[in-house]
Structure formats: C-alpha cells, structure tokens
C-alpha cells in the first residue's frame, strides 16, 4: 500500500522544536535508551496516517486526548504549532504524495496531491491501525483467553463483518419462519370458512367438485371436469347472478360458527394466558433471568474452559476449582432457567396469535354479511375489533410484545365486543327473517359465495407457498454463508497457523527446529496451542518462556498481517517490540523480515543500541536508514547520535570554538562506537559483571581483537596460497597499527579525568587532529560500501570469517586443513 | 487484495447460483446489497427472500 519517504515533525509529543528523517523508502531503525523520544516519532507517523495515537487511547488512557495532550508540553497553550508532516510513496500508483496534519485537528488532514486514488489508499491504511505493534499489543495474541483471542484476531482480521452478515441472515430467516407460520394459519383458517361454505368434510378437489357440480347442474351449467388455479366455480353465471352475494342457509351457518365461537371466548386461550402471565412474572420478580439468558453461550464456553481455580472469564482466583466451576453451573442454571421461560413465552404467544387468524377469519364474512343487511353499527365494531386483533397477532411472537401487552392479559386478550352475541343473535333473527331463497338462487349465491372463499383460499395458500419459498430461500442462504464462511475462516487459521510455525521455527531454529502451533477456530473462540519440545501441545503461558512467548506474539503478528495485507503488507511500524526476541535469536529475527517481507518497509524503535547494531550487521538497515538518540530532554527532544551526523556536529562545533561541545560528543561516540564493536568482534576486556565498562578498557581490547583477527586472515589466506589478499590484509594491519598508535597519542584528550577542565584553554586547532586521528581509526571497522560495522561469525566458538552486512569485506579466518 | 469477507460473499453468491431454493432475483439482489459496503440489515434481506416468485395454487 504505502512506504515512507521522509517526516517532518514539530512541537508533537515529546519532539521539541523539529525533526526530520529521510526514511529512504526502506526499513528503518531508531534506537535510544528508554525516554530518548523514540515512541514519538512512531507516534507522529501513527497520527500523521490516521489521525490517532494509539499510546493515549484504551486502558488507561481516561482523560488523554490526541488534541489535548498530543502536541508538546511547551505548546499545550499554543498547539497550532505542533503539526506532522508525511512524505509517503504509493508503489501500486508509481506517485508520492505529503500527508500534513495538526495535532489541535486530529480528524482533518491535507493531502498534496489531492488525488482520488490517493486518498483512497490513505483511507484504507486509516482503517487498519495494526500496522503499529508496540510491546503491550503482543500478550493480546498470545495469553489471552481464547475467547478474547478470538475478539482480537477477529477485529485485526476485520472479520466481524463476517460475523455481522452471519446473524443478519440468521435474524432474517427466523423472521421469515415466523412469516410462514402465520401465513399456514391464515390458510387453515379460510380454509375452514371455505369448508364450512361448501359443507365437506376435507377441502380436497373430489368433494368440492361433487358439491359446486350439483349446484352448477340445477342452474345447466357446465359440469367442471378439474379443479385449476383458473376455475372458476360460478363460470358461467351471468353477472348480476354473480353480484348476488348472500346464501341464506352459508349465511346463517357463518353467523352460527362465530356465534358458536363467542361462546367460547371466555375461556379461550386460558391456560396460554395465565402461563404468560406467570413468566411475564417471573421476569418481572427476577430481572437476572433475561440478563442470564444473553450471558448464556459465555458462561458456556467460560465453563469448557475452567482448568484450575482462576476465572477464564474475567480471572478471579477462587479458593478452588471446584467453587469456581460450582459458581459458573448456577449461572448455566439460572440461563436455562431463562432460556425455558424464552421459549414457553413464545410458543403460547403463537397458540394465541394462531386463535387470532382463526377469530379473524369467521369475523370477516359476518362483517359483510351485517354491512349487506343494514346493521352498520355492527359492521363497524366488528371492523375496529378485527383490526384491533390484527395488530395483537405481531406482538404476541415476541418477548418485548408480550411483555407490553402484560395489562391486556390480564384483563382479557380478546377484547370481544361486548354485544357481540346480542348483535349476531339479532343479525341471525334477521337473516332468517328473510324469505327462503328459490333453488335457484340458492345455487347462484352458493357458487358465487363459494368462489369469493376459494379465492381468499388460492390468495392465502399463494402467500403461504411465498413465505415457505422465502423461508426456504432464508434458510438456504444462512446455512450457504455459515458452510462458505466457516471454510474460509478455516482456510485462513490454518495458513496463519502455517506461517505463524515457519516464523517461529525460523527464529527459534537452534532448539526449536520442530515447533508446531494449532489454532483452532469455533464459533466465538479461537484455540491456541504450541508444541513445547515435542512434548505434546500446550497453551502458549504453559511451558514457553516469557522470552519466547514474546517471540510467538511476534511472529503470530507477522503471521496475520501477511493475511490482512497479502502482498500489500508494506509498512509496520514495531515500537520497542524487537526486544521481545531474545538476543541469542536477533539475527534470524532480522532474516526471517528480510526473506520473508523484502518488500515492506519496518520502522523499528529499540532501546537496545546492541540491537540497533545487529540490525546493520544483518543488513536490515544501514547507517543511512538508522539514528540513534541519545539522550533527550523537554527543551531539545531527542538528541541525535549517528555515524556521521555526529561528525557533522564535532565539526559543526569545532568551528563555533566548542570544544567542550565535540570533545564530549566525540568521547560518547566512540563509547557506543567501542562497546559495539567488542561484541561484534569478540573482544575479551576484563569482564564486569554490572556491564559497566569504560571507554579506556574497551577500546584497547576491540585493537586488540582486530588484530588477532587479521591475524588469523593472513594465516588463512598463506594457507590458501592467496597471496595478494594477504597482501592486502596484510596493509589493512599496517594501516590499523598506524592509526592506533596515533590514538594512543590523542587518547588523552577524550579521556574521562579530563573533560570538563582542560579545555578550558583548548583551541579548536588543538582539537581537530584528535578528531581526524578517531575518524580514521573508526573507518578501520567499517565498510565504505554499505558502511556497516565489520562483525566476526559465528558469534561462539572458533571465528571463521570477517565480514560486513553487505560482504564487500569478507575475510575467511579459517585456515585450510593440514 | 480482495478481502477475506468479499471472497466469502462471491463464493456465498457462487453456491447460492446453484441452488434451486433461492431465486436468481433474489441473488442478484442480494448481491447487490453485499456489495453497498453497509451493514446488511434482516428487513432488507427480509424482503430480498419475500420476492414475489410468480408461483400458483396448483
């Protein structure tokens, strides 16, 4: 996606006035003891890409703002001056473009270009802020419990869109089964008012054939053959027969089903009613219920997990085990509880919500029937009350419905009109009132009355064969997703498991050649487990060492990223987090980014100047793509040691007459300089068992060293019969014993005793050939090429060659067999 | 690089083509909400699955 090219800070976190890098478009190292202003930098890219910071945001962080408290303590008043600006390459657009954000407006940043596609890549590096790992994200991935896991891989995997998708699906099926339950009712219920009509006992073509023919036959007309969707019963009536809508005898028995159904109101539903009332109760008496039921699954898994008297759920140590796995069966218990007061809710609410369709369903021909005979008022209150039924039928299907209709349970569901059997004895008195209709009639009205109910049936039985295929379609498509997405994610797991293995055997190759990690995926958690010395698979806190438990962090890191990005995995920012390997496995650490990531880009902050200095020797980063701080303080930030910025600044202040000033920068140098080049070489000063070793004892036994090694490259090369490298090696010694012995002359002038009071009347004259004479002797143990400091391999046992990071130097120390 | 949770939506769409209980309409539109970018919503996809199917009583 992107690379750095180079960053401008000022007045951000702890860079006082300004900073630049040149980032090179290359993995870059920043190194400085603790407080050195390291983190900041990683903080001004973080901010400058995305707008945060990751140190003031989370556990805490309460109070912390990047507007408030990310420009520097000297502008917190004026922090308009506080700003980054990015220089950032986008390989995939060949183009370059600056990023510069102000710390005072976090959320606004102006892109130079502005272009589309550029901001569209800058948006997505927005949306991923795990390209910044510091050491605290590590134990995330590693000694949580699996659950949390899960939560952490998924978020950083950007998967729980996935899981979002899953239960809208979910959702949306149960939706459509609870669509296709009502639809089946309403087809049973004018089913029922179908078969009343036609007087059969199954609604089946044979009978209701044999019934509309007899009809059909005293009226001549056409004896139907077939039942289709097309038929229709009263075809061939002429039309004004067909507007004739009231069977006197279908008409009566119309009023007597719902009449014989009135009767039974009062009872109705009784016992689904007074159960629902008792759950409502009990929710109502223990509110834990409904939350024990959501918290369910967790404690579930929480339980499939107890494996001594620690809480995997939220860490409490218990007494023992057997009190903590106790505790957690209560709360399974008092879900369950819940889980069985869910369902009994649900299963009577649809009891009732069936009756509903059943009542509507008789209501229907009897309003029409009132409204067709002049009894208006009665039509009307039949019409509000099927309505009003209409709208209980939804909330009787869930639990926050049934718990609003708690007072209309209570005090009848129903809510019948109260005339009702008043209203329909007086409509019956009045539809038997009325002459008896001719056979004929008789049979006009039958058929069309016939026809109007079957299609309220075919209407009905169409909407149910919809809810079924949609039903059918939403169950498809959820078990479809649940079937691809459990692939994938498997499919996924076991290639970071795969990478996550090769990585960690790769760093960890001298004693874990055969390491092996399983992560195994279900629904809500993600298993982790490694092979401790094929002893069998443990959870990574197990056996492992912090050390290496680290080292997992680190490469199960690696491992996702390559997953989230692929390809496009071109930037990491590892703040401070290199110090997790240990230092026995740093240089396989540096090979495993180099072979494995060629292509991105690290920026990498260590406080270990020795780790810095491996990173050269491996040709991560060279001097041109690494600085070192060494010091800091609130009014200069950091303060920059380099190989040859600090060259620049001994002359730079040789020509402003500080001698004090390059006199100590030069001693400091060549502190770091000696102490890294004894480890690099092997050098044997008297040993200190507190590390704290002085310039004076160090740099004799680094000359010391050296010599020895070219030493042993001239007897190596003799060996060969390589005689001109061992001329050349020879020179090279020549040229080291000329500048030493110069040193030896000026050593005086950089030592410890006399800083700080002999310079008082030192020149600058008096000064520079001590600078030259240094300057010399450092580029002894250096190449000019990739200028990296020459280190001698293996690091333990018999040296056997002198080499750089780029092998422009490479002396064989081996002599050849006798 | 194509997102793990864009390839599991064309593989989703891929299978469902196969299938005979969901519509091709319903998958197109289906696809088509997959690929707004928003969270998918069960109403919406609620009516996705009620699509009139121009079936019949038989």
């Known amino acids: 996606m992107i690379q750095l090219e180079s960053i401008h800070i000022e007045w951000a976190r702890g860079i006082a006035q300004k900073l630049e890098l040149d980032f090179h478009k290359k993995s870059y190292a920043i190194s400085g003891p603790n407080g050195s202003g390291k983190s900041a930098v990683i903080d001004a890219i973080e901010f400058a890409l995305t707008g945060k910071i990751g140190r003031l945001e989370g556990v805490g962080t309460k109070g912390l703002s990047v507007s408030e408290h990310g420009p520097h303590v000297d502008k917190a008043k004026f922090p308009d001056a506080a700003f980054v600006k990015l220089r950032v390459h986008f390989p995939g657009l060949a183009k370059s473009a600056t990023i510069t954000r102000k710390l005072k407006d976090p959320t606004r940043s102006i892109v130079e270009p502005a272009d589309d596609d550029v901001k569209n890549v800058l948006a997505e590096v927005g949306n991923h802020p795990e390209i910044t790992l510091c050491r605290r994200d590590i134990i995330r991935f590693i000694l949580v419990e699996p659950s949390k896991r899960s939560d952490e891989i998924q978020a950083l995997l950007k998967l729980d869109e996935i899981g979002e998708t899953r239960s809208a699906l979910n959702t949306a099926q149960n939706r459509l089964q609870t669509l296709l339950r009502s639809a089946s009712s309403q087809v049973k219920a004018v089913s029922d008012t179908l078969r009343l009509h036609l007087q059969i006992e199954n609604l089946v073509a044979d009978q209701l054939l044999i019934t509309v023919n007899k009809r059909r036959k005293l009226l001549d007309l056409p004896e139907l053959i077939d039942l289709t969707p097309e038929t229709e019963l009263n075809a061939g009536l002429p039309e004004t027969a067909k507007a004739s809508d009231l069977n006197k005898e279908s008409a009566l028995r119309d009023l007597k089903a719902l009449a014989d159904a009135a009767e039974g109101f009062v009872g109705l539903c009784t016992a689904e009613t007074s159960q629902i009332k008792k759950d409502l109760a009990r929710l109502e008496s223990d509110p834990a219920l409904l939350a024990a039921l959501q918290r369910r699954s967790f404690i579930e898994k929480g339980l499939e997990l107890v494996d001594g008297p620690e809480c995997p759920l939220c860490n409490k140590n218990w007494d023992e085990e057997k009190a903590l796995r106790a505790h957690l069966q209560a709360k399974l218990a008092k879900s369950e509880e819940a889980r069985q007061l869910q369902d009994s809710l649900k299963t009577n609410g649809a009891v009732i919500s069936d009756q509903i369709i059943r009542i509507a369903a008789l209501v229907g021909p009897v309003e029409i029937l009132a409204s067709s005979e002049g009894q208006r008022d009665f039509a009307k209150t039949l019409s509000v009350w099927r309505a009003d039924l209409e709208a209980l039928k939804p909330k009787l299907l869930s639990i926050d419905g049934l718990t609003g209709l708690k007072e209309r349970l209570m005090s009848g569901w129903l809510q019948e009109p109260g005339s009702i059997l008043a209203d329909l004895n007086s409509l019956t008195e009045s539809v038997k009132a009325k002459p008896d209709q001719s056979a004929t009639l008789a049979a006009q009205t039958f058929l069309t009355t016939a026809q109007t109910r079957l299609d309220d049936y075919r209407s009905a039985k169409r909407k149910e064969i919809a809810a079924k295929t949609a039903a059918a379609a939403g169950k498809e498509a959820y078990d479809t997703y649940c079937s691809v997405s459990e692939t994938a994610l498997n499919t996924l797991y076991n290639e970071v498991q795969e990478d996550f293995s090769t990585f960690y055997r790769e760093l960890n190759g001298d004693d874990e050649a055969k390491f092996t990690a399983k992560l195994t995926p279900s629904e809500s958690k993600l298993d982790l487990e490694v092979n401790f010395y094929e002893r069998g698979l443990f959870p990574p806190g197990a056996y492992h060492s912090e050390g290496h438990q680290d080292g997992m962090g680190v490469c199960l890191y690696l491992a996702l990223m390559k997953r989230v990005f692929g390809d496009r995995f071109s930037l990491a920012l590892l703040d401070d987090i290199v110090m997790s390997v240990d230092s026995g496995h740093r240089f396989e650490f540096c090979k495993l980014l180099k072979k494995h990531f060629p292509d991105t880009q690290f920026i990498i902050t260590t406080h270990d100047r020795l780790w810095a200095a491996q990173m050269k020797s491996a040709g991560l980063v060279t001097s041109k793509t690494s600085i070192a701080f060494h010091s800091w303080t609130v009014d200069t930030g950091p303060l920059v040691e380099s190989n040859e910025s600090i060259w620049r600044e001994i002359d730079q202040a040789l020509t402003k007459g500080k001698v004090e000033v390059a006199a100590a920068a030069l001693r400091h140098h060549l502190e770091y300089v000696s102490r890294h080049l004894a480890d690099q070489l092997g050098a044997q000063p008297r040993f200190c068992a507190d590390g704290d070793y002085e310039l004076g004892e160090l740099m004799p036994s680094v000359l010391k060293r050296m010599d020895q090694l070219l030493g042993k490259a001239i007897d190596s090369a003799q060996s060969w019969g390589k005689s001109e490298e061992k001329e050349s090696i020879l020179d090279r010694r020549k040229l080291l014993n000329v500048s030493k012995g110069a040193t030896t002359v000026e050593q005086w002038a950089v030592n410890k005793a006399v800083h700080y009071n002999a310079w008082a009347n030192f020149g600058k004259r008096d000064f520079e050939p001590v600078v030259v004479t240094f300057r010399e002797l450092l580029k002894h143990f250096s190449c000019k090429n990739c200028e990296s400091w020459i280190y001698v391999t293996p690091r333990r046992g018999p040296p056997e060659s002198l080499r750089c990071a780029c092998n422009e130097i490479s002396l064989n120390l081996k002599p050849k067999a006798q | ?58």
């Open chain 2, 1 to 58: 690089m194509t997102k793990l949770q864009d390839e599991i939506a064309r593989r989703f769409l891929e299978k469902l083509n196969g299938s005979s209980a969901v519509a091709p309409e319903m998958i197109e539109k289906l696809r088509v909400q997959m690929s707004e970018k928003k969270r998918l919503k069960p109403e919406n996809l609620v009516k996705v699955f009620s699509m009139p199917t121009g079936l019949d009583v038989k």
